[in-house]
Nanobody
Framework: QVQLVESGGGLVQPGGSLRLSCAAS????????MGWYRQAPGKQRELVAT???????NVANSVKGRFTISRDNAKSTMYLQMNSLKPEDTSIYYC??????????????WGQGTQVTVSS
C-alpha cells in the first residue's frame, strides 16, 4: 500500500527552474534514505541526489551547484529544486525511498516518474 508520487515536471527553457516533489503515502512507519534518479531515452538510470533522514545530502557532479535536494519528514515529502537548467537535464525523474511500513519488511520503493524537458 506504500506509494511514491512525483510531481512538478514540465517544459522549461534553458536557464529556467523547476521544483520536483515526491510524496510518500500508505502505512508508513519510517522513511530512511531517499534519492532522485533520472533516465533519458537510450541511457541507464543515473543517481542525481540523495538525502538521509537527518538531512545529509550528496549530489552528482553533473548537477552540483544547480540542484538542491531537501525533505520534510512531517509531510513524508522530498523535493528537488532545479535551477540553471540545461538541455542535457532533459529526462524522466524518479523518486526512490527506503521505507519501513506496517506488516512489510523494509524495502526500496520507486515512483512512476515525472518528465522534465529543457528546450528552447
Amino acid at each position: 500500500q506504500v506509494q511514491l508520487v512525483e510531481s512538478g515536471g514540465g517544459l522549461v527553457q534553458p536557464g529556467g527552474s523547476l521544483r520536483l516533489s515526491c510524496a510518500a503515502s500508505g502505512s508508513i512507519v519510517i522513511i530512511y534514505d531517499m534519492g532522485w534518479y533520472r533516465q533519458a531515452p537510450g541511457k541507464q538510470r543515473e543517481l542525481v541526489a540523495t538525502i538521509t533522514r537527518r538531512g545529509s545530502t550528496n549530489v552528482a557532479n553533473s548537477v552540483k551547484g544547480r540542484f538542491t535536494i531537501s525533505r520534510d519528514n512531517a509531510k513524508s515529502t522530498m523535493y528537488l529544486q532545479m535551477n540553471s537548467l540545461k538541455p542535457e537535464d532533459t529526462s524522466i525523474y524518479y523518486c526512490n525511498a527506503r521505507i519501513t511500513a506496517l506488516g512489510v519488511p523494509t524495502s526500496d520503493y520507486w515512483g512512476q516518474g515525472t518528465q522534465v524537458t529543457v528546450s528552447s
